[in-house]
């Protein structure tokens, strides 16, 4: 089994849903980083099946919103010296901003280039959000 | 420091020149795979400064003239029962087939889609390819 020893300080950012690692990892421009990071997909999880997690060799800023738009199961671990000094559960985010694009194309966001795209979170159960300018539903599932 | 465990049974990719890793990984597919594999980047190395390594749990058919034309100081471990039983090393190919495209835009294979880009190795210490129809350089360096 493929598997990788903890790291003395930095973040492992766990429990992310198998093939979206890929992903996250992109977005957070990890694959531009000087960084020692890896990018460990379709691991074994006694709690999900398969799994991907990244690990990062340093304390860098994470964009929580984006992380748990994407997947609100991942968990976030910081270390120092070897010890896990805090463990971040995410949730899906009450708003986003420029994450995703309205589809609806008589949305003002879709005709006019310059207006950020917003959403709010309409069903925190069913993970469905909408365009703040048109009500646009949007589902990340 | 971000270390990985030995796989007991499949392929390491090791000493990949530190920022080639996503790129063969993508070229690999694995970041499509249901299988085990890891893209471990910037690590440190006595040879090489910093590296990139991957590993993938399973074995499967490898592209040596792709790995060896981006960086044929590559190395491969093909693990079986946790024992390294091959260790291939790469060089510059002699030829190479719908790798890199001819920049060439008088060259038939700019004009006629359906030609395959095919160059040769030129010379072999400073890694130059040539184009077979129109001797067009192409280096990768």
Chains 1, 2 share one sequence.
Request: aromatic share 8%; net charge negative; charged share 25%.
């Amino acid at each position: 089994m493929l598997t990788i020893n903890s790291i003395n300080k930095g973040i492992v950012i766990d429990h992310i849903k198998a093939g979206l690692g890929e992903k996250i990892f992109s977005h957070l421009k990890l694959n531009k980083s000087k960084t020692p990071v890896a990018l460990i997909m379709n691991v074994s999880s006694n709690a999900v099946g398969r799994k991907d997690i990244i690990k990062i060799d340093e304390h860098i800023d994470l964009d929580y919103d984006f992380l748990g738009f994407v997947d609100p199961n991942i968990t976030i671990n910081i270390i120092e010296d070897g010890v896990i000094t805090d463990k971040i559960s995410l949730e899906l985010p009450e708003k986003i901003e420029n994450i995703i694009k309205c589809n609806n194309p008589r949305c003002i966001t879709s005709i006019e280039s310059n207006i950020p795209n917003k959403f709010y979170l309409a069903s925190g159960n069913k993970g469905i959000y909408r365009c703040e300018y048109c009500d646009g539903e949007y589902s990340p599932f």
